[in-house]
């Protein structure tokens, strides 16, 4: 049985469209099939799947092009980041087990420190530092928080030191599926979005396995409750979406849509999901095992 793999690389331009393209047109290894970009979040979300080293390779296809085209110093963005490719994430599909997915993560970062000198932290399942599993700790504060504290020993990369002057650093890791929901709310008030992301993550004790922070959409006049569910077993999409619209009616403001960010397992879809999460869009195209 082949071994399948999935890498899901976020990277900090989501404004200017031919440059999304120009980076995305570099990878040569495995077809992209899908890509998400978004202009107030200033980011776009690539989904590639393939055998492990040709992904791989893929990732490491896309940050170079990505670090010839983009400067760190000149991105701003409603969401967090650390570099201009902030994180590249393997996903074990099929025929293959998280350590296979460990061992993807720590040879590209190895090899992105060599050939780009690209510093890299591991996280996830492939965290080298216990404290550095949880993706938020390593993107505490963001960028500009990363450049001031570089010197300090608990912000030491795994992987080669300091940060490179454009392309700052990138988050290389292992993990299961992650589903990427965004719900839209019809208020320019961030304080709620933030309260209400604030409920429902788990570290707050809201849902389990449920990340979760509010994000300015200024372009639209709107403001978003943006979430990571790392573990949909234990928190579906329609348990996601319920205690958020309970804590809008709570606030008093309108839940008007919501989107996924890249694909999601068949386990996580149900029947009217389009209807009932009020999703912008929802196709086929939009479920992983469609792919396998």
């Known amino acids: 049985m082949p071994k399948i793999i999935a890498c899901v690389p976020n990277f900090s331009e989501g404004v200017e469209l031919e440059l999304v393209e120009e980076i995305v047109a570099a990878i040569k290894a495995v077809p992209v099939i ?3 970009s978004d202009p107030d979040h200033n980011r776009s979300v690539v989904t590639m799947v393939g055998e492990p080293d ?13 670090m010839q085209l983009l400067d760190v110093n000149n991105h701003a963005g409603a969401h967090p980041f650390i570099g201009v490719v902030d994180v590249i994430p393997f996903v074990p599909i099929k025929g293959c087990k998280m350590k296979d997915a460990v061992e993807l993560a720590h040879k590209l970062g190895e ?3 060599k050939k780009l000198s690209l510093p890299v932290f591991f996280y996830g399942q492939a965290a080298k530092i216990k404290e550095r599993k ?3 700790y390593v993107r505490q504060g963001g960028y500009a928080a990363l450049k001031r504290e570089i010197g300090q020993p608990h912000r030491k990369p795994d ?6 002057p454009t392309a700052g650093a990138v988050a290389v890791g292992a993990r299961n599926y992650l589903i ?14 933030n309260s209400i992301a604030q409920n429902i993550r788990e570290s707050s004790g809201g849902l389990p396995g449920v990340r979760a922070i ?3 959409l200024a372009s639209r006049g709107l403001t978003q409750v943006s979430i990571n569910i790392v573990d ?4 579906s999409l329609k348990k996601a979406f319920d205690e958020v619209h309970k804590w809008a009616k709570e606030y008093k403001v309108k839940v008007i849509e919501s989107e996924i960010v890249g694909l999601i397992p068949a386990s996580a879809a149900f029947e009217g999901m389009k209807e009932y999460l009020k999703l912008r869009s929802l196709n086929k195209n939009m479920i992983l095992d469609t792919y396998l």
Request: aromatic share 6%; proline share 2%; no cysteine.
């Open 180 to 193: 990427a929901f965004n719900v839209n709310l019809k208020s320019n008030d961030l304080d709620v979005a």
């Open 134 to 136: 949880e993706l938020p």
């Open 159 to 164: 992987v080669g030191r300091g940060l490179h």
């Open 232 to 235: 949909h077993e234990k928190t």
């Open 214 to 216: 509010g994000i300015d």
């Open 34 to 36: 899908d890509l998400h």
């Open 111 to 113: 090899e992105l420190w």
């Open 54 to 66: 040709q992904v791989r390779q893929a990732a490491f296809e896309l940050t170079e092009r990505a």
